[in-house]
């Protein structure tokens, strides 16, 4: 093969122009996208629940759904109670009657009644969503309907979600469900319409005896805060490397 | 090169070029990048408000004081004080324009919620004075005999 000057001149350019083409798919981004990028913003949302204060009355449950819209007796919530009853023989019993709507106000679970000398401990656990830091329901979402927000909540685009599920199959505490109504995936989302002007959530307000309460994870200052920063606190199913930031006083082993 | 190998060629660009412009006038305008990363902040940037958009129905116990004082000031005074209004009447929308009224809940289940007598040695529930519900006057409205917003027992008759 004969290569002239000029081929070979001819070459190398278009090689290069060739090989430089990709790169052009890479952008240069503006002042306010690398802002964006890095942001350390001066606002993350956490929540704090005290297992210890709650008696189990499900009022954050009602008032959730009906701030919410969620059917009200349709079996979906984007909270709800869980009764933890264990005994001597070291059985964990659990139930969530209606995701404890009306409250708990029947000593039994599913018809078994318990002799008070055999229980050891039982109490009550609120559940809600995490907003994990790295939440695996955005990862697994295939057309960007779901997404987190710079102050760290995950919400859902109605508008967008084609209702697929796989969001509600990644979650590993199964706080998603499906919308009866829009038909889209569901979630807590901290009441972000409340949390944005300044309220607390429903179900915090409701709760009459403090047991779930909201906070800025980046000021030190929030009363909230400084508890989750000083004294012993626990997430649930920490293993899966989600990064919850919803943090639990008062956690058992047999909380699941 | 030859005509069957550029004719479905010319098919296949033509196909992609009309996906590119579907894909352009479908695609709403603010769809990008707006969190922390792709993984996690791709999305369509006014969905954002239109989660804040989202109407308030819980209204808090400040904004009745204001029409039914007799009624807070008796709660507020009180073992019920920390008991939310609503928690009890129903979220409070616009009223009074709409609803004129909240629910009246004279049920007994209402109360039973947090008075019914379980055993919860490890919780604050085991703290609140419990009844048992087939025993302790069936049938009747609680609020027959203890008032709800003031229901101490040194002020019974």
Same mark, same amino acid.
């Given at each position: ?29 503006? +002042? ?51 009764? %933890? ?68 909540? *995950? ?10 599920? %796989? ?16 038909? *889209? ?11 944005? +002007? ?39 199913? !920490? ?12 956690? !058992?082993?047999?909380?699941? | ?25 479908? *695609?709403?305008?603010?769809?990008? *990048? ?5 993984? %996690? ?5 006014? !969905? ?9 129905? %819980? ?49 007994? !289940? ?48």
């Amino acid at each position: 093969m004969r290569c002239s000057r000029r081929d070979l001149l001819a070459m190398a350019l278009t090689t290069t122009a060739a090989a430089i083409l990709p790169v052009t798919a890479f952008r240069f981004l503006s +002042q306010a996208e690398v802002k964006v990028a890095l942001a350390d913003p001066a606002l993350r949302w956490g929540f704090l629940v005290d297992t210890e204060k709650c008696v189990g009355c499900g009022l954050c449950v009602k008032a959730c759904k009906l701030e919410n819209e969620t059917p009200y007796d349709a079996p979906v919530t984007r909270t709800w109670v869980e009764r %933890y009853i264990i005994t001597k023989d070291d059985q964990t019993h659990i139930d969530s009657p209606r995701a404890a709507r009306d409250g708990f106000t029947d000593p039994r679970i599913r018809g078994e009644a318990f002799d008070p000398a055999e229980v050891t401990k039982s109490f009550f656990v609120p559940k809600l969503c995490n907003q994990c830091d790295s939440p695996p329901c955005v990862q697994v979402c295939p057309v960007g309907a779901t997404y987190q927000t710079l102050d760290g909540v *995950v919400l859902i685009d109605r508008k967008w979600c084609i209702g697929c599920g %796989y969001c509600i199959m990644a979650c590993p505490y199964g706080v998603r469900f499906f919308h009866p109504v829009h038909k *889209v995936a569901e979630k807590c989302n901290f009441c972000y319409h409340r949390i944005s +002007q300044g309220l607390k959530p429903a179900c915090v307000q409701a709760c009459p005896f403090g047991a779930r309460e909201i906070c800025n994870l980046k000021d030190a200052n929030d009363p909230i805060t400084r508890i989750i920063m000083t004294q012993r606190v626990a997430v649930t199913k !920490d293993e899966y490397g989600t990064k919850p930031q919803v943090f639990y006083i008062g956690l !058992d082993r047999n909380v699941r | 090169m030859n005509n069957h190998i550029w004719r479905p060629l010319y098919v296949v660009l033509v196909i992609i070029a009309f996906f590119l412009v579907l894909r352009y006038f479908l *695609v709403p305008q603010d769809f990008g *990048v707006h969190g922390v990363n792709f993984t %996690y902040g791709y999305h369509r940037a006014g !969905d954002i408000n239109d989660w804040q958009a989202v109407p308030i129905k %819980y209204r808090g116990r400040e904004f009745c004081n204001e029409c039914h004082p007799d009624n807070a000031a008796a709660n507020a005074s009180s073992k019920h004080a920390a008991i939310q209004c609503e928690n009890c009447h129903g979220p409070a929308f616009d009223h009074p324009e709409a609803p004129e009224k909240l629910i009246l809940d004279t049920s007994r !289940d209402l109360c039973l919620r947090c008075h019914a007598a379980l055993h919860t040695p490890s919780s604050q529930r085991s703290l609140i004075k419990g009844i048992d519900p087939d025993t302790h006057n069936p049938a009747i409205p609680c609020s027959d005999c203890h008032n709800p917003h003031k229901p101490d027992l040194e002020d019974m008759q």
